[in-house]
């Protein structure tokens, strides 16, 4: 074996694994087969947890302070004020880590623990899966999961074959085809062959390939080459086979499905990455602040400082202003560290925390069938919901049911409906009306089996030969295996859903496909058994396009059955089927136009001869050395020719409920939607079609189908120039710096006109995400309104997400439900886990977890936008109020001789972020709504705000500071101004030091508190209990502290003894109160009014519109009742009220450009210039008539 030493790390480049041998295999130090997804234990998450969260700059920034007001001589403020925030903030955080991590340890138990029989000294041992090692040799039974990657060496189907599930790794449902080497599949079940089975497997080091492997097996002195259909990989599942023994090659963390799995990423939104800068921001500011005001002392010091000394009872001798000066510094950077304070990210917390609980309580996010609610995760990331710009959509199980349904079908030029109802309780409707036909009486055929196209019926029974033709071909010419359960019952194992689909439609119409063998097939014929002797089988590729059967039935008569894309088999019949041609074309188009998957049938007659001699040739093909797969290709050509047409099948694969509704809303909502997923092209095509993200009208659909980098270049830049024109400039280098790169794609997506599409397939996306080609990919992809990326592997969603994280600076979500789906929701922003059909790996690796995706149009409109909309108030206001109130320490500072002497008291400071201001902003950012829900859902463009980051960003930082220091430039030179030269009532003079800190600390708490109800869109009860209980709690604590009776029990902490009662019963404080809230409020309600009147937001104008609502139901609620006194009811009114009037006015029935957005509202809004006055109009017309009872809906 040969390994790379490098930094002390063995560094593998191949493996060599010995069968039987654990003394050999542990040589080499490979992994054992315990997994880990978790982040610590016991011994290591305090430190590491400790050192995650100091990494953030605000935990980091406030420890630095805690350590400063230990020290005595600079701290003018007592270390409580900072330790116990930080403690609780630290301490939330650590717990939610720990729970999280305790979930994850719990999974990988689960896991671990699992049993195995493992064959040990010649005996087969049950063992955990953390024990197995590389190099046993394991059994496996039906339905079992594979514990570790394998080399299959026999099974108990003929020619080694096993049938397996590879849903945890690519979301495919459909079985798929292992075959064991030719020289072990002898060995079989005997144990002893086994045990003294010591061949030797040298193999590629481990890797993310799924589809790729490659290995020689080395024993009884003879090398066999061992390739990827040999390999059974973790994660899978035995499926139709009832036992099978394999040897293990990689075990734990070296399987392909660990190493196609990510690590665990933490996640930040981009409101804390920008908190992040802002906090160095305001450090800087602070430090500069901490400068002049240090130089201030300094200056102070050195010219005036000698004269107030022996007031101050300093002791003699001349002190340096320089270090004076350095004191100062410090002492202001604790005072002034209240512009950024710890009870900031306690909020947030909350905040987060409560809108997580929001999501959980949402009853319209419930899926009763399952019981489920949607489940947050993380409740860290609630605000970037409402930021999204790019979703990344897994395709079966996500926006499918898989679940496929035979729908319709054509036989001899005539449609049949041979849709199945799942629940004929939801059918009432229909077998009242039409008599099912009833053929439960056939042997084997469900009981509760109804058919509803009587014709179809009729002409089974009256024994039409086309008919029956077409259903014997369904039950014949398949991949399908069958076997029966414990309750005798038929269960069907298929390939591929499409086949299951037509096979069960074939067996509800009375042919039923019983079993098979290497050399015959089994069908229930109407209740007649009948075995055709399979003589060929011509399989399915991507290149042939369809799959052919030759069979030989009990008459003796030889028939070649075949189906595929009609597009291939129309070009292989025989010339007198060009009428039938002509029909089942035209049905095939009608089918294709409803999003139904469709295949063409078709059959031939073989002369007894022609087939011997082609067989024969056919042998010579498969035993040919040079030029074997052509060979072969040339024979299936031949004898695929000259068939007559039989008819054609659709078939659905069931969208979720509500999957077009949930894609249109959020299109709307500029949210672009790329589908990620395994399955092949034509699967993921048909699906983009069926939920409308493909449509008829898009200008082209580019599918990118290369094999090598340069093809696939080409292939890219021919798209480009379609889609831009010839004549376009559009430079297809690779932009050096990113703001180019952006530039190009702007200039690109103006000259783009129409939709187009991009559809890409794995083989090809491996190479389009090169370094020298993924800007190409990127630039084609984000002109397209619709991206389709087929046949990809887990590794390969991450990268594209990667890829549009990197280079677009875009919000990104990856929704999915399967194992194959875990790292592109940990690679996005916000990952979702759909609780499907795959399991629970997507919802354990989320941090939102929902049960259909429909549910997704919910919480990014409404949850999210609320989410996001709150937190920027309540940020935008928490900044405002700190400036305010911090600040007026700096203009203090210049009265005071720069000593650091607070402007408050000091249990003012203290209380007034924890106490005062701390339940007001926690209101508005928990409860608050611009508009209604409704409304949110109706009017998609509600969303874009925050894509385009408008509510809260550095431009809205600053606008808030500056608002901030407006206010506390008022808030201390307005009293200072009016303290100047004055007594009281009585004679005595008030302007003392403790009288101004009283009405400058009472002007800011009503200041404040009245600016919080400016910015309050939606009032609860919570809203008024905390706002103005703040304010009732801010005179009961002022008074309290202030009283004689607390001060003879704390005459050190309280000195501020009687002066809230005399400052307060001063109607001059009052005065001053008044005027600074004056002076600093009247300004921002001009502001706000002129803004809403000439350039108001979407936002703005539907909450005027639901306002003028509200006053409309409420004046025509208070409005008499008359008519109730007359007996007599207008007929024509109720019919007009509840007929076309609604409909009309909701445009629903208008046929649009553009998708419909929400009532004819929305059109006066955006196109007439004074919209204030015509719905000041229309809501005066609306109140005055009496014909208009309904409200207009949004």
């Known amino acids: 074996m040969m390994f790379c030493k490098k930094k002390k790390k063995l560094l593998e480049v191949e493996r060599v694994v010995k069968a039987n041998d654990r003394d050999f295999n542990e040589t080499y130090q490979y992994a054992d087969n315990r997994i880990k997804t978790s982040k610590y234990n016991i011994l290591t998450f305090l430190p590491i947890n400790l050192f995650e969260q100091f990494q953030r700059v605000a935990n980091a920034y406030f420890l630095f302070l805690l350590i400063l007001q230990l020290i005595p001589e600079i701290s003018s403020l007592t270390w409580f004020t900072t330790i116990v925030p930080l403690v609780l903030v630290i301490s939330m955080t650590?717990?939610?880590?720990?729970?999280?991590?305790?979930?994850?340890?719990?999974?990988?138990?689960?896991?671990?623990?699992?049993?195995?029989?493992?064959?040990?000294?010649?005996?087969?041992?049950?063992?955990?899966?953390?024990?197995?090692?590389?190099?046993?040799?394991?059994?496996?039974?039906?339905?079992?999961?594979?514990?570790?990657?394998?080399?299959?060496?026999?099974?108990?189907?003929?020619?080694?074959?096993?049938?397996?599930?590879?849903?945890?790794?690519?979301?495919?449902?459909?079985l798929k085809v292992r075959q064991a080497p030719p020289v072990t599949s002898e060995l079989g079940a005997n144990i002893s062959s086994l045990a003294n089975f010591d061949g030797i497997v040298v193999c590629e080091a481990p890797n993310n390939k799924l589809d790729r492997f490659s290995g020689v097996l080395s024993w009884k002195d003879s090398k066999h080459t061992l390739g990827n259909q040999m390999i059974i990989l973790r994660g899978c599942i035995l499926r139709n086979t009832s036992w099978c023994f394999g040897m293990v090659l990689f075990a734990g963390p070296d399987t392909k499905l660990m190493q196609n799995s990510g690590k665990t990423k933490f996640k930040r939104t981009s409101i804390d990455r920008l908190m992040n800068t802002l906090v160095l921001w305001i450090f800087g500011s602070l430090v500069c602040l901490g400068i002049i005001l240090a130089i201030g002392n300094s200056v102070w010091e050195n010219e005036d400082g000698d004269k107030f000394r022996t007031f101050l009872f300093e002791q003699e001798g001349e002190k340096s202003s320089l270090f004076s000066g350095f004191l100062m510094f410090w002492s202001y950077v604790i005072i002034l560290n209240t512009l950024v304070p710890i009870s900031l990210y306690v909020s947030v917390e909350v905040i987060r925390l409560g809108h997580s609980y929001f999501i959980n309580w949402d009853r319209k996010m419930y899926y009763p069938a399952k019981a489920m609610p949607a489940e947050t995760r993380t409740t860290t990331l609630n605000e970037e919901l409402g930021q999204i710009e790019y979703i990344f959509s897994d395709k079966t199980g996500t926006l499918t049911q898989n679940i496929m349904t035979f729908k319709k079908c054509s036989i001899n030029g005539r449609i049949y409906a041979g849709e199945v109802p799942d629940d004929l309780s939801q059918k009432k409707e229909v077998t009242e009306k039409k008599e099912p036909v009833d053929v439960s009486g056939k042997s084997q055929t469900e009981r509760k089996c109804h058919l509803y196209d009587n014709n179809l019926m009729k002409s089974i029974e009256l024994g039409d030969p086309k008919v029956h033709e077409f259903l014997r071909l369904l039950a014949l010419c398949h991949t399908v295996m069958s076997e029966e359960n414990s309750a005798g019952q038929l269960v069907y194992q298929v390939q591929s859903p499409d086949e299951g689909a037509l096979v069960t439609a074939a067996k509800k119409f009375g042919f039923i496909f019983k079993s098979r063998t290497p050399e015959t097939i089994t069908v229930e014929e109407l209740g007649t058994p009948v075995t055709y002797q399979l003589l060929a089988f011509l399989d399915f590729n991507n290149i042939r396009k369809r799959m052919s059967v030759v069979v030989r039935n009990p008459e003796g008569q030889i028939k070649l059955y075949s189906k595929g894309a009609d597009t291939i088999l129309f070009e292989k019949l025989h010339p007198s089927n060009e009428h039938l041609l002509s029909l089942t074309s035209d049905h095939l188009s009608e089918f294709a136009g409803e999003g139904l998957r469709t295949l063409a049938i078709a059959y031939r007659e073989l002369d007894d001869t022609y087939f011997r001699m082609w067989?024969?040739?056919?042998?010579?093909?498969?035993?040919?050395?040079?030029?074997?797969?052509?060979r072969i290709t040339g024979l299936y050509e031949e004898i695929e020719r000259d068939l007559m047409l039989l008819g054609a099948t659709a078939v659905e694969d069931k969208l979720q409920e509500g999957v077009i509704e949930t894609i249109t809303s959020l299109s709307l909502a500029n949210i672009k939607i790329w589908i990620l997923t395994g399955d092949k092209q034509e699967t993921a095509i048909n699906i983009g079609y069926a939920c409308n993200v493909l449509t008829d009208a898009m200008e082209a659909i580019f599918v990118i189908t290369g094999n090598t980098a340069v093809e696939v270049r080409e292939e890219l830049r021919k798209a480009k120039e379609n889609l831009l024109g010839q004549n376009t400039s559009f430079s297809s280098r690779h932009a050096v710096y990113e703001s180019k790169h952006q530039l190009?794609?702007?200039?690109?997506?103006?000259?783009?006109?129409?939709?187009?599409?991009?559809?890409?397939?794995?083989?090809?996306?491996?190479?389009?995400?090169?370094?020298?080609?993924?800007?190409?990919?990127?630039?084609?992809?984000?002109?397209?309104?619709?991206?389709?990326?087929?046949?990809?592997?887990?590794?390969?969603?991450?990268?594209?997400?990667?890829?549009?994280?990197?280079?677009?600076?875009?919000?990104?979500?990856?929704?999915?439900?399967?194992?194959n789906d875990v790292n592109m929701i940990k690679s996005a922003h916000?990952?979702?886990?759909?609780?499907?059909?795959?399991?629970?790996?997507?919802?354990?690796?989320s941090d939102y977890a929902l049960a259909q995706f429909r549910y997704l149009q919910r919480l990014l409109l409404v949850h999210g936008r609320w989410s996001y909309y709150r937190m920027c108030k309540f940020l935008c206001y928490f900044f405002y109020k700190n400036f305010a109130f911090t600040l007026v320490h700096f203009w203090f500072a210049f009265f005071c001789g720069f000593s650091a002497q607070t402007v408050y008291d000091q249990w003012f400071i203290t209380l007034f972020n924890i106490v005062y201001t701390s339940l007001p902003v926690l209101a508005m950012g928990i409860f608050d709504q611009d508009v209604s829900e409704q409304n949110s859902m109706d009017?998609?463009?509600?969303?874009?705000?925050?894509?385009?980051?408008?509510?809260?960003?550095?431009?809205?930082?600053?606008?808030?500071?500056?608002?901030?220091?407006?206010?506390?430039?008022?808030?201390?030179?307005?009293?200072?101004?009016?303290?100047?030269?004055?007594?009281?009532?009585?004679?005595?003079?008030?302007?003392d030091y403790q009288s101004f800190a009283v009405t400058m600390a009472t002007s800011l708490v009503i200041v404040v508190s009245v600016q919080i109800a400016l910015?309050?869109?939606?009032?609860?009860?919570?809203?008024?209990?905390?706002?103005?209980?703040?304010?009732?709690?801010?005179?009961?604590?002022?008074?309290?502290?202030?009283?004689?009776?607390?001060?003879?029990?704390?005459?050190?902490?309280?000195?501020?003894?009687?002066?809230?009662?005399?400052?307060?019963?001063?109607?001059?404080?009052?005065?001053?109160?008044?005027?600074?809230?004056?002076v600093t409020i009247m300004p921002v309600v001009a502001f706000r009014f002129l803004r809403i009147s000439l350039h108001p937001t979407l936002s703005d104008q539907i909450r005027w519109w639901q306002k003028a609502q509200r006053k409309e139901r409420s004046l025509r609620s208070r409005r008499p009742q008359n008519r109730k006194l007359s007996t007599r009811r207008s007929g024509y009114a109720f019919a007009h009220q509840e007929g076309y009037g609604e409909l009309i006015t909701s445009g629903k029935n208008m046929r649009a450009k553009g998708p419909a957005t929400t009532s004819g509202l929305e059109k006066i809004l955006y196109n007439n210039p004074s919209w204030s006055e015509n719905l000041c109009k229309k809501t005066t017309d609306t109140v005055g008539s009496l014909s208009h009872d309904k409200t207009v809906k949004l």
């Open 615 to 630: 067989q024969e040739m056919l042998e010579d093909a498969n035993a040919a050395t040079m030029e074997r797969d052509d």
């Open 94 to 174: 650590a717990v939610k880590d720990a729970t999280d991590d305790y979930f994850r340890h719990k999974s990988d138990n689960q896991v671990n623990n699992r049993q195995s029989e493992v064959l040990i000294d010649s005996k087969l041992q049950n063992e955990k899966w953390m024990n197995v090692k590389v190099g046993d040799i394991i059994k496996l039974e039906n339905n079992q999961f594979v514990a570790a990657d394998l080399l299959l060496l026999s099974s108990s189907e003929p020619h080694g074959l096993c049938y397996i599930e590879t849903a945890e790794l690519d979301g495919e449902t459909n």
């Open 1015 to 1078: 910015d309050t869109s939606y009032w609860t009860v919570v809203n008024h209990v905390f706002i103005w209980g703040s304010i009732a709690t801010y005179f009961s604590i002022l008074l309290a502290m202030h009283s004689n009776g607390i001060f003879g029990i704390f005459p050190h902490q309280f000195p501020f003894v009687g002066n809230a009662w005399h400052s307060l019963s001063q109607k001059f404080v009052w005065l001053v109160v008044l005027l600074i809230v004056v």
């Open 830 to 845: 916000i990952g979702i886990g759909i609780s499907g059909q795959e399991g629970m790996q997507a919802v354990l690796a």
């Open 744 to 819: 190009e794609l702007a200039s690109g997506a103006e000259a783009v006109t129409g939709e187009y599409a991009l559809v890409i397939n794995g083989h090809s996306l491996a190479y389009a995400l090169e370094s020298d080609i993924e800007n190409d990919l990127l630039d084609l992809a984000c002109l397209c309104k619709t991206v389709v990326c087929c046949r990809m592997t887990p590794l390969q969603k991450a990268q594209v997400v990667e890829l549009v994280k990197k280079h677009r600076n875009a919000v990104t979500l990856a929704i999915g439900d399967g194992a």
């Open 939 to 991: 009017c998609p463009q509600l969303y874009e705000p925050g894509q385009l980051n408008l509510l809260f960003n550095k431009r809205r930082f600053f606008i808030c500071a500056a608002h901030g220091i407006y206010t506390s430039i008022a808030l201390f030179f307005i009293p200072y101004g009016a303290f100047y030269n004055v007594v009281g009532e009585d004679g005595q003079h008030i302007a």
